[in-house]
């Protein structure tokens, strides 16, 4: 398709936002679902250790925050 007649449904900025959030979700569920049930303890090392887990999971909630 060409670019004269390509139709823009939604800004770069939007879908930046939208997939900053939706990567940005799955990363708080997978660290704050690790924290309530300890037996999916093994979640938190999809960040290296718990404890960068529990470091990082409230800055991804920031940016959760600020991309809405």
Known sequence: MSKSKMIVRT???????????VICFF??????????FPTLQWLTQTFGTPQMGRILHP??????????
């Open 59 to 68: 800055f991804f909630g920031i940016a959760i925050f600020i991309a809405l």
């Open 11 to 21: 800004k770069f900025v939007d879908r930046a936002c939208h997939w900053t959030v």
């Open 27 to 36: 990363l708080v569920a997978l660290s704050g679902i690790s924290f309530f």
